[in-house]
């Protein structure tokens, strides 16, 4: 089994956790965002829209993470999924609620604070600001909803959880992180879901582009 992608994508690394969570082991082949490799002939037969993950899993060959998440749960931890229809009616809708109301935002604020380094151009305050803005009314419907239930889905941890967790370590790690604890319930889950042994592991899989010196080229050197 291999996962194209990039270990800074938050993508990726929602797959890399539910590879982590199923038990699945997967050789992580390098490409390469910050030089466009996304973008060439190869990777497009892989990917049409020139985006990562794609998973390859012999005669199976899926593009989109949520995509690759539902197969990967399906095959070995449905309980990822969820087990009874109304575990899998909350996976949807706060997967749903992360892209409509949170992931807009939270990306672009991750973009000029995380990757603008490595994008060009000087980092756009007023995006900062308004990204920060936009973001807090998911944030406040996530942390009621979690005053009343260990995870996002009820009493299992799902891909629904995994959906938002690379986004909030980015905010964490890169100054933003009041935005998570300054609210009780949602920062209890960030603890809860942060000691899983699973994301110890994707945490520890590869370098951040936060930590001091570290550099694409630094990257493509380990991974490659």
């Known amino acids: 089994m ?30 390469m965002i910050p030089k466009g490799e996304q973008k060439q002939p190869d990777h497009v037969a892989r990917h049409p829209f020139g985006k990562v993950p794609v998973l390859d899993d012999g ?24 087990r009874r229809d109304i575990e899998q009616a909350l996976v949807d809708q706060w997967v749903n609620v992360a892209d409509s109301y949170f992931v807009p935002h939270a990306h672009a604020l991750i973009v000029e604070t995380v990757f603008r380094p490595y994008l060009g151009g000087e980092r756009d305050e007023n995006t900062i600001a308004n990204s920060r803005d936009g973001m807090q009314r998911a944030l406040d419907v996530a942390n009621d909803r979690l005053a009343d239930a260990p995870f996002l889905a009820g009493e299992p941890f799902t891909i629904a959880d995994i959906h938002w967790m690379p986004y909030f ?29 699973s994301w110890q592991r994707v945490a520890r899989s590869g370098p951040q582009p936060y930590e001091p010196g570290m550099t694409a080229e630094l990257v493509e050197k380990q991974y490659r």
């Open 59 to 82: 005669e199976v060959r899926l593009f989109e993470t949520r995509a690759i998440n539902a197969y990967l749960a399906r095959k070995s931890a449905p309980a990822l999924v969820g």
């Open 169 to 197: 370590e980015y905010l964490v790690q890169t100054g933003q992180g009041d935005n998570v604890r300054s609210r009780k319930h949602l920062s209890a889950w960030w603890d809860r879901v942060c000691a899983r042994e």
């Open 2 to 31: 291999k996962i194209y992608g990039h270990p800074w994508s938050i993508n990726t690394r929602k797959s890399l956790m539910t590879l982590a969570e199923t038990g699945h082991r997967a050789k992580l082949v390098l490409v």
